[in-house]
């Protein structure tokens, strides 16, 4: 067997789509004209997939304080955290985040994909056991593949199935960790989090949040489902990103575990990777304040959602159990997936088509992602796209 | 009967909605290369064994069953 022989099936589903001429993965942003619009493969589209939640990216005061801090502190950091890698605004951005967060510890990571990675990857080890949701991020299985502990998925978003796979642990269920996210990036549906944090602590074991799309869009103070839940007090660690709600890189783990500091300095992905770059520091500062200053944003957010959701539904489209920032549209057949994110395309909006196994089921998605910065005739542009598939080619779901 | 046929007696029932017509489901039987099985097929034939057994199959072993065999013995060791 060859080397190359496991990326056969990727090499043929390329050149099936370039036989048909579509390349949905990795279009080339080419111009950006707002948070919302933007050349893309040589088309001006909407930009419907791009988790631009606040369409912060072009936030003038996010833009002045990168600007401002290129200029006083250089392009990068050229080196890990825990090297010569922290700067004050390091520092900083770690005790703001506790602060908007209401706890005492905050790890800044480079990426989000470092943070869920690495915090997963790191927190329990040989001999202990996590327990995460089927529907969980990449990022996460892949952290908690490298652990070394244990790792059992339960049904997605069913208390009752973690709590049965719980029970079945016995005295091992006090010491073991969950793993949930508060909106699940694809299906853009919200975890059940009251049930879980009841079934945690029925238990006594440990809960580690992912929300990633959730921060800034939900809960009274933008903090995430854990908030809107009332259940922040049972949530162990919340991890996170910058690379969306706040429009740049980054992520981050907080949490009142005084263990953390120590932690820190286990993880891998903090240890062994540059540090974020001064602007990008700079500009999620920036961002977290307008979080916390700009409720409204939120409100518009909702709204856009509310819209998109409601519109698409109303067209017999089988979307999410709730309107969600993240709005995805399930095909079934995965050629009229990529037929109509090529006719969404060619109408002049940019969603994202995930399809099989990057998608949560056998099925195909057309995922969408609001924003806060659209206006209500641009959420119209979208759900007439929409519109115009439908009535031209009928949905070939069978389910 | 032991625990093994036990155990391979009700993987096979839970397995036959899978097995495509002709072919013949033992304890060789591949789960993938035979029976032509996705990894989500895998995974939802998974969560119907760990309910039937009231077990909870670790990701971290999944790589190692390949055959019907492999699943049934592995029950038994979480068994």
């Known amino acids: 067997m060859s080397l190359f022989d496991k990326f056969q099936p990727m090499i043929?589903?390329?050149?099936?789509?370039?036989?048909?001429g579509v390349m949905p993965f990795g279009p080339v942003t080419e111009k950006l004209f707002s948070a919302t619009e933007g050349i893309v493969n040589g088309k001006h589209v909407i930009l419907a997939g791009t988790n631009n939640y606040l369409g912060l990216t072009f936030n003038p005061d996010c833009i002045s304080a990168a600007q401002q801090a290129v200029a006083e502190q250089g392009t990068g950091t050229t080196g890990s955290r825990m090297a010569n890698g922290t700067f004050s605004d390091h520092l900083l951005l770690e005790q703001e985040l506790a602060d908007f967060f209401g706890v005492n510890h905050a790890i800044v990571f480079s990426t989000g994909y470092a943070a869920t990675m690495g915090m997963s990857a790191t927190l329990a080890g040989p001999g202990d056991v996590i327990l995460l949701d089927a529907d969980s991020h990449a990022s996460i299985y892949d952290g908690v593949m490298l652990?070394?502990?244990?790792?059992?998925?339960?049904?997605?978003?069913?208390?009752?199935d973690l709590d049965k796979r719980l029970r079945r642990l016995g005295e091992r269920a006090k010491e073991a960790l969950v793993i949930v996210e508060g909106i699940y990036s694809m299906g853009g549906?919200?975890?059940?989090?009251?049930?879980?944090?009841?079934?945690?602590?029925?238990?006594?074991?440990?809960?580690?949040?992912?929300?990633?799309?959730?921060?800034?869009?939900?809960?009274?103070?933008?903090?995430?489902?854990?908030?809107s839940e009332g259940v922040e007090a049972d949530v162990d660690f919340i991890i996170g990103t910058f690379s969306k709600s706040l429009g740049a890189i980054g992520g981050y783990c907080v949490s009142n575990h005084p263990e953390l500091e120590a932690i820190r300095f286990t993880?891998?992905?903090?240890?062994?990777?540059?540090?974020?770059?001064?602007?990008?520091?700079?500009?999620?500062?920036?961002?977290?304040?307008?979080?916390?200053?700009?409720?409204?944003?939120?409100?518009?957010?909702?709204?856009?959602?509310?819209?998109?959701?409601?519109?698409?539904?109303?067209?017999?489209?089988?979307?999410?159990?709730?309107?969600?920032?993240?709005?995805?549209?399930?095909?079934?057949?995965?050629?009229?997936?990529?037929?109509?994110?090529?006719?969404?395309?060619?109408?002049?909006?940019?969603?994202?088509?995930?399809?099989?196994?990057?998608?949560?089921?056998?099925?195909s998605l057309l995922r969408c992602s609001v924003s806060a910065a659209y206006s209500s005739e641009q959420v119209e542009k979208i759900i007439s796209a929409f519109t115009t598939l439908v009535n031209t080619t009928p949905v070939n779901n069978a389910g | 009967m032991s625990d093994y046929q036990a155990h391979l007696s009700r993987i096979f029932e839970v397995l036959q909605p899978y097995v495509p017509e002709g072919e013949e489901l033992n304890e060789q039987s591949e789960l993938v290369a035979d029976l032509g099985l996705s990894s989500i097929d895998v995974m939802e034939m998974i969560v119907e064994i760990e309910d039937f057994f009231d077990i909870s199959i670790p990701l971290n072993i999944l790589p190692d069953i390949s055959t019907v065999g492999d699943l049934a013995k592995a029950i038994g060791n979480i068994n």
Not at chain 1, 12 to 20: F, K, T
Not at chain 1, 147 to 160: L, M, T, Y
Not at chain 1, 190 to 213: F, N, T, W
Request: proline share 6%; aromatic share 6%; charged share 20%.
């Open chain 1, 12 to 20: 043929d589903m390329r050149a099936e789509l370039a036989e048909i």
């Open chain 1, 147 to 160: 652990s070394g502990a244990e790792v059992i998925r339960f049904r997605h978003n069913d208390p009752a």
């Open chain 1, 189 to 227: 549906d919200q975890s059940p989090l009251a049930e879980i944090a009841a079934v945690k602590r029925k238990y006594g074991c440990y809960l580690m949040v992912d929300e990633a799309h959730s921060l800034g869009m939900i809960g009274e103070n933008g903090r995430g489902v854990a908030e």
């Open chain 1, 267 to 363: 993880v891998r992905s903090y240890i062994f990777t540059a540090s974020s770059s001064p602007a990008v520091i700079a500009s999620s500062r920036a961002a977290l304040r307008i979080i916390k200053q700009q409720p409204e944003l939120r409100t518009r957010l909702w709204d856009n959602a509310n819209q998109l959701y409601d519109g698409l539904k109303a067209l017999g489209l089988k979307v999410g159990p709730q309107a969600s920032p993240v709005v995805a549209v399930t095909i079934e057949d995965r050629a009229q997936a990529i037929s109509w994110w090529t006719q969404l395309f060619d109408l002049g909006v940019y969603v994202n088509l995930v399809v099989p196994p990057a998608s949560p089921s056998v099925h």
